[in-house]
């Protein structure tokens, strides 16, 4: 371990995770490191666990609350979960077990912008922070911290945090070093300075986490590598997405409203997301840029094959394959990649001064283009709304996407009122399935839900979302947005009773 953890006195801190995990006392707000599937501690929250499941088998209460960056692991969130050990988690996750307790109302979920959860915590508004857990690459001589494959909110943990928890991984690429840039010029209104930052590849900041040694409580060893998921091979309906946008995005660039290598790029996670990656990759642009959250393989494709000319995130996500290549290939991933804290990957203010084209996947959209991320039916949630209204609120354009239809063609994803909504009509530019896309820009609410109709929806369900139109608009209610109350959640209420939304 002496070669990761350069400074003696982080040494003398080294112990087990068991040990480590015993610090932790019941009740306590935990920070812990961790970006969708990145850069989480791996050992000691399953020694907690362990430790959690032992004490409830006693008959003794013990729960924490679980902040972290987005979502992790089965290692961290599945682990947690599945004992019982979680009282509010925050802000993102999307692990199975943490899904299933928080709809069985076992557990509370608070799901934020990711953006406001670094600056939430200094305000005060959750309480304070007790324990940060955070997984780093090493420790330099001078005491400062290399961090590892995901930066997300480990700045505002170290800082915040009364006891300090490090996992000093050796199974993070050493070559990481220096890819990070930590910018600590944040301050709480009314004292804020712009953020000196005009170009997505620009470093502003450090590229180490400062860390004050008189709150490090423990340093575990650990060798365990991240989940790294397999993404699957794009499918005919994420083509077609992916083919509709890319044909929007030329039509802009000779209309003169996008510059001929575009503006910085973000995507969400999932197949949707790399399949438009992977189409801009075979696509007409060049030089493109990327200021996004989430860095999945199909980035790293674009980098690689010089259509990226660099990319600005918090996380990486790779699958083992793409692990690989950006290992063996880390000295030229590190002059293009930029790992910032996500309070600077997702801030509003970069967000809006970069023009950032902002591309999420979506669960639903209703007629007139409120858009649910978060929820099936109305009362499940799925994972949570992520950077999605980061970007979308505050891009300079918005796309949302979705196939028309999920379980087999019995839901339509295009519905007459959205069972939940996380982006509401003003944040929503452009809408798009494999039946087409729709461009919002400019029309009022009657006019979006024609467009959204024809375009968007999958023919099937296309006749009775006109009839419901033309019903809500001989209704006698008001005609800025034609509803017919007592219908409008009817899609929902007949798939929970039937299976499917066909009527
Ligand atoms: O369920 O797995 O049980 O079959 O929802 O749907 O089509 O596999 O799509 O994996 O891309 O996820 C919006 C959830 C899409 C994701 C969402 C069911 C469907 C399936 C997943 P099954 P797909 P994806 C940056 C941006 C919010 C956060 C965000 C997400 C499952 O993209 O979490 O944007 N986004 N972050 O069958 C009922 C519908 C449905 C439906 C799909 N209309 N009704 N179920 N499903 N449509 C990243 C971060 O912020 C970290």
Request: aromatic fraction near 6%; glycine fraction near 10%; proline fraction near 6%.
């Amino acid at each position: 371990l002496a070669d990761r953890v350069r400074h003696p006195d982080f040494l003398q801190r080294v112990m087990s995770a068991d040990e480590a995990a015993a610090l932790i006392p019941a009740g306590a707000n935990v920070g812990m490191s961790g970006f969708t599937g990145a850069g989480y501690p791996k050992a000691v929250p399953m020694a907690l666990a362990r430790r959690i499941e032992a004490l409830h088998a006693q008959g003794q209460p013990f729960k924490i609350g679980l902040w972290t960056g987005a979502s992790t692991a089965p290692e961290l969130d599945g682990a947690l979960a599945k004992v019982g050990g979680i009282e509010m988690r925050m802000p993102y996750q999307s692990d199975p077990a943490c899904r299933q307790r928080i709809n069985a109302g076992q557990m509370q979920y608070m799901d934020i912008h990711l953006s406001h959860m670094a600056q939430f915590v200094w305000f005060g508004f959750l309480g304070k922070l007790d324990v940060a857990v955070v997984e780093v690459a090493g420790v330099l001589p001078d005491g400062r911290l290399i961090p590892s494959s995901s930066v997300g909110n480990n700045k505002t943990w170290l800082d915040q945090a009364d006891k300090i928890i490090l996992e000093v991984n050796d199974l993070q690429n050493p070559g990481l070093e220096g890819m990070h840039d930590i910018y600590y010029g944040t301050d709480r209104p009314p004292h804020r300075k712009p953020i000196p930052m005009t170009a997505p590849d620009e470093r502003i900041g450090e590229p180490y986490l400062r860390c004050d040694l008189s709150k490090v409580i423990a340093v575990v060893h650990t060798s365990q590598s991240d989940r790294n998921s397999t993404f699957a091979a794009p499918d005919a309906v994420s083509e077609q997405i992916a083919g509709h946008i890319i044909e929007f995005m030329q039509q802009e660039v000779k209309l003169g409203r996008l510059p001929a290598n575009l503006l910085p790029l973000q995507s969400g996670v999932g197949n949707i997301a790399n399949a438009v990656l992977a189409g801009l990759n075979q696509g007409p642009f060049e030089n493109l840029t990327a200021y996004t959250e989430v860095l999945q393989d199909g980035m790293l494709d674009m980098l690689r094959s010089g259509k990226l000319a660099s990319a600005s995130a918090t996380a990486l996500s790779l699958s083992p394959a793409a692990l690989e290549d950006f290992t063996r290939n880390i000295d030229f991933y590190r002059q293009r990649i930029v790992l910032r804290p996500q309070e600077i990957s997702n801030h509003p203010e970069l967000v809006r001064r970069l023009g950032v084209i902002a591309m999420n996947a979506m669960i639903e959209a209703d007629i007139y283009g409120n858009v649910n991320s978060t929820h099936i039916m109305g009362t499940s949630i799925m994972n949570g709304i992520g950077g999605s209204g980061d970007f979308a609120r505050n891009g300079y354009l918005s796309f949302f996407m979705t196939p028309s239809v999920a379980k087999g063609g019995a839901i339509s994803c295009i519905v007459p009122m959205a069972s939940h909504v996380d982006h509401t009509e003003h944040d929503v530019q452009v809408i798009v399935t494999e039946q087409g896309l729709a461009d919002l820009r400019g029309l009022s609410p009657t006019q979006r839900a024609e467009l959204i109709i024809d375009k968007c929806a999958h023919p099937d369900f296309r006749p009775a979302l006109r009839d419901y139109l033309e019903r809500a608009r001989h209704s006698g209610g008001g005609q800025h947005t034609p509803h017919l109350l007592p219908e409008a959640l009817s899609w929902h209420q007949r798939f929970v009773e039937t299976g499917t939304m066909r009527g």
